[in-house]
């Protein structure tokens, strides 16, 4: 029960507290929780910016529809997918599989070109759509786990990506931002943190056939 009254406490924080930061060992801790996050094949097409520059982080504000969580949280993480990819990505993972797990990486052709071939004969936009979707599978982790942690974020997808893409330099990267996520803690005055949970009922959301 510890979990449900977790999740039942996290809610999307509108304004932090500027002044309270995360201790280095919590920001390590919710990196982690996503590093760790299933995605499909384990291919993990994606990378974590963490913003640091102050003057950028205010900078995305603009491009964030005014929402200043951005700028006020205690740590700003941009969650991103790769922007284009080809064999090497795949190439890489299986040099990756080989080297944790100790196979011999001809022993992984067959995976390495299963994988490959159904992703990257998908379209442009394809490609794209599925990478996004484990990307909000990491949001879903990081927001589990800073509720496990007691500390506060925002789940966002109102931003401009092509703008904080620009402004983050992200595609020398070869990346592209799907998500933002501040994380921090919430200023007393937060005007979301007394708004009851809404969520349909338990005989509204589950079908049992
Ligand atoms: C993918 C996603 C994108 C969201 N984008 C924003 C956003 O840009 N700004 C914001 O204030 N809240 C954003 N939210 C927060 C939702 O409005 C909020 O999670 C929802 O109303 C449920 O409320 P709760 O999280 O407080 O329980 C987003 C949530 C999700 C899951």
Redesign the pocket.
């Known amino acids: 029960m510890d979990l449900i009254s977790s999740l039942n406490k ?3 924080c ?1 304004k932090f507290n500027p002044n309270k930061v995360l201790s280095q060992l919590q920001v390590d801790e919710i990196i982690e929780a996503g590093r760790l996050t299933a995605t499909s094949y384990g291919a993990q097409l994606m990378k974590f910016v963490l913003v640091e520059d102050k003057e950028l982080r205010e900078k995305l504000v603009n491009c ?2 005014g ?1 200043r ?1 951005v700028a006020d949280a205690s740590h700003l993480l941009v969650i991103c997918r790769e922007r284009d990819i080809d064999l090497s990505h795949f190439e890489d993972y299986i040099s990756r599989v080989a080297e944790v797990r100790g196979t011999e990486i001809e022993k992984l052709d067959g995976f390495k070109n299963m994988m490959a071939n159904s992703i990257l004969t998908k379209s442009e936009e394809d490609q794209e759509i599925w990478m996004n979707k484990q990307c ?1 599978i990491a ?1 879903g982790n990081l ?1 589990t786990a800073c509720a496990i942690m007691g500390i506060d974020s ?6 401009l990506p092509e703008e904080y893409d620009e402004i983050l330099d992200l595609e020398k990267q070869n990346l592209a931002s799907v ?2 996520l501040p994380i921090g803690f919430r200023a007393d005055d937060c005007p ?1 943190a007394s ?1 009851k ?3 349909r009922k338990t005989e509204d959301f589950l079908v049992k056939i």
């Open positions: 996290r809610y999307a509108k964030s529809f929402q969580q909000y949001l927001l925002c789940p966002m997808e109102g931003f998500l933002v979301n708004n949970k809404v969520r």
